[in-house]
Nanobody, 118 residues
Framework: QVQLVESGGGMVQPGGSLRLSCAASGAGFTFSRYVMHWYRQAPGKERELVALITPAGVATNVLDAVKGRFTTSRDDTKNTVYLPLNSMSSELSAMYFC?????????WGPGTQVPVSS
C-alpha cells in the first residue's frame, strides 16, 4: 500500500519560515516516475494547487501567492519532496497536502497544518 506522509508543519509567525516534507513509501511504488504536487486548503475554501515538480525535476509554482518566493524540490534517493515556505503571511495559512500522480495512479497524504499567527 502506498503512503504519503507530510511533516514539518506547525505554527509559524508572520515573516517566519519552515520547510514541509512529504515522504512516500509502498511496495512497487516508483517515486521517480511520479509528478509530485503540493496543495493547500484554507478553512472554508476549496483545495488548490500550490506547486508541482516533474520526474525530471522541473518545478513550477502555480499559486500566484507563492510565485517567485520559493521552489519545491525532490530527492528521489529518499522518495521525498520538499516545500520551503518563506516569508509566511496569513494568506498562506492552511492545511498543506502532497499528492503523487502518474497516468494511472494518484495518491494523497493526510496533510499537515500550517497556521500563521503572531
Amino acid at each position: 500500500q502506498v503512503q504519503l506522509v507530510e511533516s514539518g508543519g506547525g505554527m509559524v509567525q508572520p515573516g517566519g519560515s519552515l520547510r514541509l516534507s512529504c515522504a512516500a513509501s509502498g511496495a512497487g511504488f516508483t517515486f521517480s516516475r511520479y509528478v509530485m504536487h503540493w496543495y493547500r486548503q484554507a478553512p472554508g475554501k476549496e483545495r488548490e494547487l500550490v506547486a508541482l515538480i516533474t520526474p525530471a525535476g522541473v518545478a513550477t509554482n502555480v499559486l500566484d501567492a507563492v510565485k517567485g518566493r520559493f521552489t519545491t524540490s525532490r530527492d528521489d534517493t529518499k522518495n521525498t519532496v520538499y516545500l520551503p515556505l518563506n516569508s509566511m503571511s496569513s494568506e498562506l495559512s492552511a492545511m498543506y497536502f502532497c499528492n503523487a500522480r502518474s497516468l494511472a495512479r494518484t495518491y494523497w497524504g493526510p496533510g499537515t497544518q500550517v497556521p500563521v499567527s503572531s
